[in-house]
């Protein structure tokens, strides 16, 4: 099955500053790919997502890119603002196969003012 | 866009009794559920995956007898902790997948249960 590493665990940037985690996934199968943030005691919240047809997606101070061959997925996150301090996910799935979504271990993310 | 309400949000309970967690899919029809268990500092992990009117598929080392999954409906799922133990406690997660007018290419996320076992 599909197993999803994320790194790192936690990550400490300043205001301002830009914040990259990262995912490797093992299913060559998986064809979608979405990142999560989670504050503490909420479920997971949707913040960006991408498919297997595309390299590269953005919105606003959010973007993922996604390498196929390499199997590996990045969250990047410009001008870091303390309100994003938070847990985020990656995590993948086969969807159009009706598929599990399987996360990462999570990277606990402070940005200070 | 897709709602998922999970209800109820946090919940104590003695041990040795069982409780019921719903999620209900508001505005889209529910095919599959999914539920995850979350420990404290920990990553979401599946518990089981359920398709409209089927019996739930169980993650390996996840007991069926003790987590009873129902989705006899296309708006509502449930997750029964039967005979809870301390153990138990946790946080506990539903996501959808489905069909209609509202429903996103993805998962929908209930915002989570909370169990406590005494």
């Known amino acids: 099955g599909e197993n999803v590493e994320q790194h790192p665990s936690t990550l400490s940037v300043q205001e301002g500053d830009s914040a990259v985690i990262k995912c490797t996934y093992s299913?060559?199968?998986?064809?979608?790919f979405p990142w999560y943030k989670q504050e503490l005691g909420k479920g997971p919240q949707l913040i960006i997502d991408?498919?297997?047809?595309?390299g590269e997606k953005k919105d606003q101070r959010i973007a993922v890119t996604l390498n196929k061959t390499a199997k590996h997925f990045s969250l990047h996150i410009t001008e870091t603002q303390p309100e994003d301090s938070a847990v985020y996910f990656c995590?993948?799935?086969?969807?159009?196969?009706?598929?599990?979504?399987?996360f990462g271990q999570g990277t606990e993310l402070s940005v200070k003012p | 866009g897709a709602v998922v309400s999970q209800h109820p949000s946090w919940v104590i309970c003695k041990s040795g009794t069982s409780v019921k967690i719903e999620c209900r899919s508001l505005?889209?029809?529910?095919?599959?559920m999914f539920w995850y268990r979350q420990f404290p500092k920990q990553s979401l992990m599946l518990m089981a995956t359920?398709?409209?009117?089927?019996?739930?598929?169980?993650e390996q080392g996840v007991e069926k007898d003790k987590f009873l999954i129902n989705h006899a409906s296309l708006t509502l799922s449930t997750l029964t902790v039967t005979s809870a133990h301390p153990e138990d406690s946790s946080f506990y997660i539903c996501?959808?997948?489905?069909?209609?007018?509202?429903?996103?290419?993805?998962?929908?996320f209930g915002s989570g249960t909370r169990l406590t076992v005494v």
């Open positions: 359920s398709n409209e009117g089927s019996k739930a598929t169980y």
């Open positions: 991408i498919r297997s047809n595309v």
């Open positions: 996501s959808a997948t489905g069909t209609g007018s509202s429903s996103n290419y993805g998962y929908t």
């Open positions: 299913d060559s199968a998986s064809n979608y």
């Open positions: 505005d889209f029809q529910a095919t599959t």
């Open positions: 995590a993948a799935s086969t969807y159009n196969q009706g598929g599990k979504l399987i």
